[in-house]
C-alpha cells in the first residue's frame, strides 16, 4: 500500500532537470502513479515533489516491498 497525493516528476539521471512534455504526476489512492511513453535512449530518475505531512521516507529495498520504499534518497 503506497501514500496518495504524492506528486512526482521525471527528470534526467545526469542533470535532475525535468524531462520535457513530461508534466508531474499524482499517485492514486493506492499510491501508484503511472508515466507512459518515456524514451529508452537515456537514463532518468522520478523526483519526489511534495512529501506528505506525516510521511517518513525509508531505505529502498531494505525488507518486505508491501513496507518499504523503492525510492533513493539522492
Known sequence: MGIEGVQLQLVYDSSQLAVPGYAPVETD???????????????????????P??????????????VDSDLSRD
Do not use: C, E, M, W
Not at 29 to 51: C, E, H
Not at 53 to 66: M, Q
Open 29 to 51: 489512492s493506492t499510491g501508484v502513479a503511472t508515466i507512459v511513453g518515456v524514451p529508452k535512449d537515456q537514463r532518468y530518475r522520478v523526483q519526489v515533489l511534495n512529501v
Open 53 to 66: 505531512v506525516g510521511a517518513t521516507r525509508t531505505h529502498s529495498n531494505k525488507g518486505n516491498d508491501d
